[in-house]
């Protein structure tokens, strides 16, 4: 069994390794892409300046100014460097090569994950070194405690995995639709208003907050992102709570869909 599992995790980790080459072998061009996050934090720092020094306040529902303008950089590191696969098992569903992709030697839903994780680190690594001088210069350092960095980064790579799980879903809805654009983009827009990647969750009405804060959008956006610049243990075993039970919910569903999706192509003969 162990050996078994040695294998298995060998497997996998070449997948990702084999990406992650990949990615810094054109890393010049995934500079280029990540490069509109400067101009991004920009317009962010420079709008809630304008939004605090028009309230005369130095916090706003908790947050301090610099604590707002991190949460943003981290927001935006989570968003933007996201698995994006659902685009690519979409395009394989319509032609037809999942056929082949199902048979080979590995899960398939785990390979996407493993090899969208190499593209990611250079994501994640790049948007986060591009946006940090700007978010230095005006924000200064984080606070963050070092006995507080496990845990937020616990609960980032777990909403990753839930980001990736619903991605999964819109990917495989191919099977019924054909296009799963509108599904990406009504998810995405959720986690941009209820996500709290326009605006922090704090920030909401009173009345829409509580609802925000149970539905999935949140933990992958809000969640690591507030965290890092206000930990609490409070909020922290909450966040996690949350995330195992949408973990289980959009797992449980992805299992069913994986299943049903690989009997169809069985019953049309591949």
């Keep these: 069994m162990l050996l078994q599992l040695r294998r298995t995790t060998t497997k996998y980790a070449a997948i990702t390794m084999t990406n992650l080459q990949n990615q810094l072998a054109y890393v010049w061009e995934a500079l280029n892409r990540a490069v509109f996050i400067v101009l991004i934090m ?29 949460y943003f950089l981290i927001a ?33 839903l785990a390979y996407h ?20 001088p700007l978010v230095v210069y005006y924000a200064g350092w984080p606070t963050i405690q070092p006995q507080h960095a496990l845990p937020v980064l616990l609960v980032a790579a777990l909403a990753m995995l839930l980001d990736f799980f619903v991605f999964s879903i ?3 809805l191919a099977f019924v639709t054909e296009d799963t654009f509108s599904f990406r983009l009504i998810y995405q ?5 209820l996500g709290g990647l326009m605006l922090p969750l704090d920030f909401l009405p009173g009345w829409l907050q509580p609802l925000a804060r149970v539905l999935p959008f949140n933990l992958t956006t809000y969640a690591p992102a507030k965290l890092f610049v206000a930990f609490t243990w ?18 449980l569903v992805l299992l069913r869909q994986y299943q049903w999706a690989t009997r169809q192509l069985a019953v049309n003969g591949g």
Excluded: C
């Design 113 to 132: 994950f493993f090899n969208g994780l190499g593209e990611t680190a250079v994501k994640m690594t790049l948007i986060f070194l591009l946006g940090l």
């Design 189 to 193: 827009k959720l986690v941009f208003i």
């Design 234 to 251: 409070a909020q922290f075993w909450q966040i996690l709570a949350l995330q195992a039970i949408w973990l289980t919910i959009f797992g």
């Design 42 to 70: 920009f317009v962010f720092i420079q709008l809630w300046t304008a939004v605090y020094e028009s309230q005369g306040a130095t916090e706003i529902a908790g947050l301090s100014l610099a604590a707002t303008i991190w």
């Design 170 to 172: 819109i990917g495989l």
């Design 76 to 108: 935006e590191v989570m968003e933007l460097g996201k698995i994006r696969h659902d685009e690519r098992i979409s395009e394989e569903v319509k032609d037809g090569s999942v056929a082949y992709t199902l048979t080979r030697p590995y899960n398939y």
